[in-house]
T-cell receptor, first 112, second 113 residues
Framework: KAGVTQTPRYLIKTRGQQVTLSCSPI?????VSWYQQTPGQGLQFLFEYFSETQRNKGNFPGRFSGRQFSNSRSEMNVSTLELGDSALYLC???????????FGPGTRLTVL | QQQVKQSPQSLIVQKGGISIINCAYE??????FPWYQQFPGKGPALLIAIRPDVSEKKEGRFTISFNKSAKQFSLHIMDSQPGDSATYFCAASSGTGANNLFFGTGTRLTVIP
């Protein structure tokens, strides 16, 4: 069974731009969570989607948003990029809510 | 506020030795404690997980020890191998409707041949 896939793998943007990252969960998995990983703050939860609804949100500004489609694929969007948004953005999928989470390889975002 | 505290930050172990990584938490609502292994350029991979109804879980060379009263849990890697060199993260989550994992700050393990 294929793992979690994330596209693109690498992205370079400039301040003020916006970006959309994509995540395809493991087949049959219905829950998708997003995390931000930085050297300074570590791994931090962004939000979780299940059945196309945001179920939980971490402590991030409104510039960070996401959505989930009927096939469980998810996208996250960051508007008005700041230098501090440079990070590895990880997507994790789980079969149901509260079950084991499996991570994708991440999208490395660099903001210049 | 770090919900899960992890130590040490880095660890160097000889091949064949035992690697021990410790984590502590405060939130008594946490009821799921996974460990993840991350190699450079990769996403975290689930290694082993435990729930508070057991005090120990072993899978191959990896063992989680859990002390509910002390609110601590640890990962033991027996017979450590150079291929185990990676960053290890402990995490915790609550089963009360939230699916988000709270991660420790990570331990960079280096196993010397």
């Amino acid at each position: 069974k294929a793992g979690v896939t994330q596209t693109p793998r690498y992205l370079i943007k400039t301040r003020g731009q916006q970006v959309t990252l994509s995540c395809s969960p493991i087949s049959g998995h219905r829950s998708v969570s997003w995390y931000q990983q930085t050297p300074g703050q570590g791994l931090q939860f962004l939000f979780e989607y299940f059945s196309e609804t945001q179920r939980n949100k971490g402590n991030f500004p409104g510039r960070f948003s996401g959505r989930q489609f009927s096939n469980s694929r998810s996208e996250m969007n960051v508007s008005t990029l700041e230098l501090g948004d440079s990070a590895l953005y990880l997507c994790a999928s789980s079969l149901e809510r509260l079950s084991e989470q499996f991570f994708g390889p991440g999208t490395r975002l660099t903001v210049l | 506020q770090q919900q899960v505290k992890q130590s040490p930050q880095s660890l160097i172990v000889q091949k064949g030795g035992i690697s021990i990584i410790n984590c502590a938490y405060e939130n008594t609502a946490f009821d799921y404690f996974p460990w993840y292994q991350q190699f450079p350029g990769k996403g975290p991979a689930l290694l082993i997980a435990i729930r508070p109804d057991v005090s120990e879980k072993k899978e191959g060379r990896f063992t989680i020890s859990f002390n509910k009263s002390a609110k601590q849990f640890s990962l033991h890697i027996m017979d450590s191998q150079p291929g185990d060199s990676a960053t290890y993260f402990c995490a915790a989550s609550s089963g009360t409707g939230a699916n988000n994992l709270f991660f420790g700050t990570g331990t960079r393990l280096t196993v010397i041949p």
